[in-house]
């Protein structure tokens, strides 16, 4: 159940519908979205309807949720969201890179990843510290000390930080680095990190699973917008079909789908999707034309001795052509291209 | 087994290839290509190394075949080919848009949608006269009747008539009207289907089954090669997966995977891969932009009357947005939009 | 739409009906089950609701199709019908397995397979003389000598002969020699094929393709029906999944849904499901106890040297543990397992 | 890399090896099976092997992982695996059900699950007090306050208690209730929380991932085994496919291959697989006579009012089936049904 409340409800309002609730037994989750206020609630409905809610102060409406996904349905917000990361925007009008490394290996591979994405158009920063891997032989990344060389990258390049994060436990503490957190493909639906990356005040990049639905992509993202977090970005990463030419096959057409049934930002990952480097291009080009809101691309000074993904990672002579396309094909798409921060202090002055 | 002739090799050279085969109990296929000539030959290998090929005159090189394809593939014809339905060409440097009804209805409906296909920038016209569907209860086409009436349509309007062939006891006859002959998604491993298209004297679209993989599909396109046919247009139409928001998956990356590994001209078709009107534009703009070397698209001017698949049929009013867009991508990934010939005689002149 | 006939229905009660629909310019295909004669009806609905068949001598019902298949499904036939091959019944109280080499190769071999499979309690026998190959350049098959080798085995065996045919113009031909027509799983849509082995007079393997839907693959039935002909065995063979440990997966459950939706008797593929040798007796195992009403199962002599699908081949050692089980957990499903013709004829002098 | 102990190795000996690698600022891994004790490596190769760790005492090998898994591997461990459960054997010899709500929901329900559950032939209880849904809007479970409800249940019965854990964070709370904790298939390659499942100390129920190969799955389990746990059950649940007559595809096959592959004991979930209660029973037959080791199966007092599943749980009505045919094929298999803990008591006096 969803209670809505007026634009012009106060903070005594929605505290009064919160206290209902927990006094009825349940629980109650408050979203502050761009134009109002939604307070979720999970708990036994018979109990909730008997509340009477919707005759309280500063309630709009209250809505029995039938279908899996609500507060991120475009249904109850036709204008698609706009997600700031560090300042920079993600959303309709604009066309965002996120480039870097797959995994932080050391400060200067991570230092010249980030001045090759830069250079290429990038107005944020992608790097794993926790890698989440099918073998627990293959190599699980650097932790907190990773954490540490993307802050110091981060200072040096003014590109704020995209990071992954794979375990509830270490949510609070990756978050203290991160511009935003990344919730994997493998964790699409481990409901225990994604309430926690909804409680942890930073905006969240949701990879879809390989194996899920666009339905089930936005429930898992409504989970997270249910901690009261709407700056939710969905990544389309490819999807696990019959096909082996491609370690996944990437599902373009999910992009206007899933922005169809949602307001939130949908971005492309060209690089996991084909899991080839000679497909990073034209992968990158199909994204933009089918309306994707961003990019994320994997960077790599020397794929070939690359700890993860190596395959797929941009070298820096790919990167001109990636930086021509996006340049090119924005702008025919109705979308500015996003510059790194620090160049636009400098345009301003 | 496959013997590549010299550029200078005669008729009589290669006549004295086949004839060895023959003897030797074995059958020969003569495909000429733009640059050379290529004899496939079937039954055992070990007898036709008897015969030693390589010595015969005209004979530039004999190869065992260890791939399931080789006349389709690039690695033995590097550069990609142009193939010319009714004059108009599809290859690496013109966007070719084929659009008609999914079924041809009646001559209005048919010439209706022509003239509606050709104001949108399409010089090829498609229309189903035998429609290969699911059930036994569901439209089954006009049969030949449907020929006459397409015959009749590109007479009035200069548009070549693409259309699909079901069975090979009717290539003949359906090879007498049409310009280019359809092998559907359902068809793709009908090999008897194959082979009689191979020996028809017209050029083939070859649709990609929906649970074929790339490499499936370039060795049925060898099927068809193999019987002296390489004018071969390959059409990715959608894949089976998991997710149900779309009829199908377009597999956007298999237009570049494909187009590095066969020589062949490869399009997409993005109204069958969505099965959804507000999904055919899009996807348009993804096929373009990947590298599609043209694009097949269903238009009727009542959709919701359409005997087949109104669902993802486009209106007159969806068509000025594929029309501008055709022209808008085309000439940025360095293509020339195919005119149709009636017009770009007119412009001849 | 379909008419059912009442079980008094005479001939002429039935020619009465097909020309009212000729005359309506319609298509009437008799089918005569079991317990009652079907006339399915392809045409313009309207038109033969103004006919008013249900007015005439010997009709019980008139149903307008809604589901993609009627006469296979048993909703209409609530009991579960017996196809008999040869003599040889398929059915709910039998268990009868179809052995034999993938390809016809040579007499020796397809007689020493023979052998084999009957030694293991096979009572028909499998062989294909016409082989759909993924590439053109993998073993085709001996074609009608390859029938003639089947045709003489059987003489020598009492085996009926089950092959398979991929071309609407050579049923026929195969059909004179055959027992019962195998359409394999790449033809399952062939529309053509299903309709000529639907009129040539003999039983069908109906193989399900390996990306069809159990809905469609009635559908596919419904179409062999629709000719008049319901002896019809269904043959679960594993379908395409993501997971490459198996060559395909078998689909376990599809026996079970497919004898609650239809009538028809459905067996399995435990050979090609797997395409693994070691795999073949716990899957005949479970395809036993799920309820199938048969098997069909790969046996070559010298499986190292075969032309076909030899890594799945049983050979002689296998065969003593398919027997076992077979004779083990047969008579706990309540089914008798199918002795060979002749040792029949034996027992019952 | 892995180091294999000698059968006689002292904790001295172990203790060395583990000093070595965290000296080499390596993590290790111990892991004690029934037949040895293996250490697990984590960390830089290359200085593992600067090492020279075979040359320690008590060191019986020294391994470089190139599979994903080891621990778990059958090539290093022929003999298959027995886990035990409460003092319930789960492996090669028996068969072992487990049954029970799938949500725990009220202590009458779950009792009433219960016995009903082990008038069946069950030997463990399943119930859910932690449940991982797709919607947040779902029911997810009473918590701890159904963990409790689990344990008087297991007081009045005698059943050990089966129960999902879905968050790293509540393991040991969990742990603390349950006799084996279950991760469930969307958790599959939630690493953190395999990780803390290997160390809690119980056994483990490892469900396969609806879109996992099955190496995908043996190297999850992997993760829990490097932490020094190998009483892991593996659970094949279904695949997801295009199939959607049934909720998911059991993959059948998988079980033959894991135990090929693993010596860990393999089950099967028939309820879930199918998602439709008249598939329990065959599903149940077909996955005893492939040869599973045990069975896992949702029932419910009323499942029209089930808050989980209710589709798929069986009623009292359907367990006669359950208990007959489990009696009735597990001999045959060469196993015996195992017995409730406490009425095994009761023949053993």
Known sequence: MVVVM???????????????????????????????????LVGDVGDFEALNLGSLAGVLQVMRVSVPFKLVSRENHPARSVVRVGGVPIGPDTMSMIAGPCAVETPEQTLEAALMAKAAGASLLRGGAFKPRTSPYSYQGLGEAGLR????????????????????????????????LQVGARNMQNFALLQAVGSAGKPVLLKRGFSATIEEWLSAAEYIAQRGNLDIVLCERGIRTFETATRNTLDISAVPVAQRLSHLPVIVDPSHSGGRRDLVLPLTRAAIAVGADGLIID???????????????????????????????????????????????????
Chains 1, 2, 3, 4 share one sequence.
């Open 6 to 40: 007026a634009p012009e409800a106060t903070a005594e309002n929605i505290a009064a519908v919160v206290d209902s609730v927990h006094a009825a037994g349940g629980q109650a989750f408050v979203s502050r979205g761009v134009s109002r206020t939604i307070v979720g």
């Open 149 to 180: 060389i993307l802050a110091d990258v981060r200072a040096e390049t003014g590109l704020p930080v995209v990071t992954e994060v794979i375990d509830p436990g270490s949510v609070e503490m990756v978050a203290s680095y991160a511009d935003m």
């Open 299 to 349: 960077v790599h000074p020397q794929p070939k001795v690359a700890l993860c993904d190596g395959d797929q990672a941009l070298m820096d002579t790919d990167l001109k052509g990636i930086a021509d396309i996006v340049s090119l094909l924005s702008p025919l798409m109705g979308r500015t291209l996003t510059m790194p921060i620090a160049d636009r202090a400098a345009v301003a002055v």
